[in-house]
Each structure stands twice: as structure tokens, then as C-alpha cells.
T-cell receptor, first 112, second 113 residues
């Protein structure tokens, strides 16, 4: 069935190190969205990518959408404690049936 | 604008009981989606409503049902509760459909004993 694979499931980093999470879809997507869920909180929308090869930046966060519109990545430069949480991607199928296809999430953990 | 609200925030039930959860979307939003979140399982899509009609349904048993009212408020019901139904139930609203930006509520934490 339709799915979006997101890796890794967890990533432990020292504060100041970089973090990357990847999403790969089995089918072409019309767009992809990224969300962040802080511990004990609810998912919050970060950004949406629509165009093939699109790259968007939000301060230390860089989002990419692949040329084939089947994969995407989120890269955080120089992580801070405020970055802790789980990052989800969610894709919209080309033949949208009003449902986003969600990745399983990547949990960012800052080592003490 | 007020955000998405969900009531109750916490609920404890026993096996076999039923439960109804409520969600009030952001004013002007017509689409409401429901998700189940359990530790390590990500977000599992339950269903999406628009203009009082269920447009899409995830892979959950018939014990899970929902409805939407004319003011876009939505409820979901789980009958004959099982231990495995313990989860965080999240409601999200969006302007037109379930693939638009999702604005999530704080969730209802359901514990089944």
C-alpha cells in the first residue's frame, strides 16, 4: 500500500551537532509537509514543499524535496535543546483522496 | 483565532465501556481529521470529515466511529473498549481537506484499564 518510510527512528546527538531525517515515498507526491512534536505536546506544522527539487530554510532548519518528488529531508544545523522532539513528514498523493500519508517520525534526542 | 480544542483532555475507562471524544476546529475550518498515536507507532489516521460527511477512513475496526456537526465540530466514539485502545487521540482541522496543513489540538489521553 501507499506508505512513506522515515528514517532513522531515533537519533542521539550532542548539542551543537547536526541532525538529519529522511522520508521516502513509494509513489510520487504532490507535496510534502513537515511537523514537529515536542515531548508531551502535539504536532505543529513547520513547512510545506511543493516543487520538484525545492529547498527551503527556516533559520537552522533546511528542508528539501527530491527531483522525483518521492523523497524529502530535514536537516538541522548545530542542534539546540529546543530542537528536541519528534519530526514527522506527511505526503499528499498525486491522486489525493483527502488523506495525508505519514512517516513514522524521527525522535531527536540531545545527549546530556 | 482560537486553536483546536479537544475535550476531555484525560479519560480513564475500563474494558468493554464506550467513550466519546469531542473536537472543536479552528473557526472557518471545514475539515476535521482524527488520529491515534501510541508510543512508537507514529500517527495512525482514523477518519476525515468535511461538511458532515466522512470522506476517508483509515484501517481501524468498526468500533471506531465518528461524526461531524453542521458547525464543523466533530466527535469520535469508540465502543467496547480494549486495552490496546489506550492512546493519545489527536484531532486536526484544516481549511478544505485532510491534505491541507493540519492544525492539531492538544489531544485526549485515553487509558483503558
Amino acid at each position: 500500500g501507499q506508505q512513506v518510510m522515515q528514517i532513522p527512528q531515533y537519533q542521539h546527538v550532542q548539542e551543537g551537532e547536526d541532525f538529519t531525517t529522511y522520508c521516502n515515498s513509494s509513489t510520487t507526491l504532490s507535496n510534502i509537509q513537515w511537523y514537529k512534536q515536542r515531548p508531551g505536546g502535539h504536532p505543529v506544522f513547520l513547512i510545506q514543499l511543493v516543487k520538484s527539487g525545492e529547498v527551503k530554510k527556516q533559520k537552522r532548519l533546511t528542508f528539501q524535496f527530491g527531483e522525483a518528488k518521492k523523497n524529502s529531508s530535514l536537516h538541522i544545523t548545530a542542534t539546540q535543546t529546543t530542537d528536541v522532539g519528534t519530526y514527522f513528514c506527511a505526503g499528499k498523493r498525486m491522486d489525493s483522496n483527502y488523506q495525508l500519508i505519514w512517516g513514522a517520525g524521527t525522535k531527536l534526542i540531545i545527549k546530556p | 483565532k482560537a486553536g483546536v480544542t479537544q475535550t476531555p483532555r484525560y479519560l480513564i475507562k475500563t474494558r468493554g465501556q464506550q467513550v466519546t471524544l469531542s473536537c472543536s476546529p479552528i473557526s472557518g475550518h471545514r475539515s476535521v481529521s482524527w488520529y491515534q498515536q501510541t508510543p512508537g507507532q507514529g500517527l495512525q489516521f482514523l477518519f476525515e470529515y468535511f461538511s458532515e460527511t466522512q470522506r476517508n477512513k483509515g484501517n481501524f475496526p468498526g468500533r471506531f466511529s465518528g461524526r461531524q456537526f453542521s458547525n464543523s465540530r466533530s466527535e469520535m466514539n469508540v465502543s467496547t473498549l480494549e486495552l490496546g485502545d489506550s492512546a493519545l487521540y489527536l484531532c486536526a482541522s484544516s481549511t478544505q481537506d485532510g491534505t491541507d496543513t493540519q492544525y492539531f489540538g492538544p489531544g485526549t489521553r485515553l487509558t483503558v484499564l
